[in-house]
């Protein structure tokens, strides 16, 4: 399987060489050459597997340069009852992502059934562990394999951040240096993250806003001498192994919630970067019954303005809103290029043309090109929700089905209410757990969400964080002095 770049000007790739880097050298982002099919034998098959070899049956179809038994050890290595154990009451660890049913729906096929497919039941207790856990081992095997080392920098507003450092914990020949803004995390978030004492992470918290953080970060890949010497690497949700390990829960959740491959579901995914319901575009595209997939916003409805008029219009950060369900507050939806590809029929003049439009006119309007009539057939509805809905929704959702959920989750349950049926389950992706959100969650309840075990004492740990100015440069002699280049 050879990987293209939805610009269509740079060399194709294999899956291990786009592992390791970022945006192909063309400004695109890297896509597999076609998507592989699914029969209707392989889905009855996958029914009954375990999670761990559902990964591999699924990863394996997109990549072939790593022999088949080493990428099954990885998989087993990574999908365990144990990394993903942090369930609610009742939920069974040992499917990875079960679901719970807040309504079970008509027989044994849920029709109009309402559930969450867990997705936060790893370590940081939010949905970017399922993928970051594999990314981190498969970094180490490939870094292993060819005797490199890579020093990831990133810069975090909470979710991404942890989810990493997490992953790359104690790994070979991996250093994590995560930028945050200083003081500005919930109190859970920043004990999540300062409270790693392994050698190869390092939490500089910067006087600053988030912003200023990503600047830092992106005069720092910049600086192509300083990149190149001190094997700077990320892992943002551009990463095309971020995605694809994504789409395994799609599988999963669809097993879940039917008994037979000739019935649908829908399903509703709280979105900011389009990254995890591009997954779901791949999934369907695959051959998975999905039906509708619900794109649901918070107030940054950048994406629930393009599917309801076709127009995209990525917004300053001076226009993008500062919410309550915080990992969705952006201003461009990085990984919304991939699904535009597969859109206008794979063609990267036309998307260099449109994202030229961007780049020098704010916006595009696919009204004025032929495939405004398209987008319909890839499954697609949205809805975006405000701070009084996720706090109606969580009210109610605790009420009706005495079942706590997180604002990110709560505008996914806003939004899939619009577009729920009789005929078919409506799947809500769970993206975080309400206990990483105390402070909304009190607005909304008057108490405390609930923890998982053995997060009690989190705040109490010892931190290990090195507070800085906003300044490039004493973020690279940090660097300096502890990477051995
Ligand atoms: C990152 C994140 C999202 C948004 O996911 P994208 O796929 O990047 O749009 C939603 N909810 C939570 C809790 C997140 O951490």
Redesign the pocket.
Known sequence: MRYLSTRGQAPAQQFCDILLGGLAPDGGLYLPESYPRVTDAELTAWRALPYAELAFEILSRFIDDIPAEDLRAICRKTYTAQVYGNVREGSDATRITPVTWLEAGEGANHRGGLGLLELSNGPTL???DMAMQLLGNLFEYVLEQRGEQINILGATSG??GSAAEYAMRGKHNVRVFMLSPNGRMSAFQRAQMYSLQDENIFNIAVEGMFDDAQDIVKAVSNDHAFKKQYKIGAVN?INWARVVAQVVYYFAGYFGATERNDQVVDMAV????????CAGHIARTMGLPIRKLVCATNENDVLDEFFRTGVYRPRTSAETHVTS?P??DISKAS?FERFIFDLVGRNGDTVRALWQQVESGGAFDLNETPFADKVAEFGFVSGSSSHADRLATIRATRDAYGVVV?T?TADGLKVAAQYREADAPMLVLE??QAAKFEETLREALGEAPPRPAGFDHLEALAQRVEVMPVDVNRVKAFIRAHVDA
């Open positions: 939010a949905f970017k979710d991404t949700s709280p979105s900011g970067n389009f990254g995890n319901i369900s990992s969705m990984n997180d990110h993206t975080a």
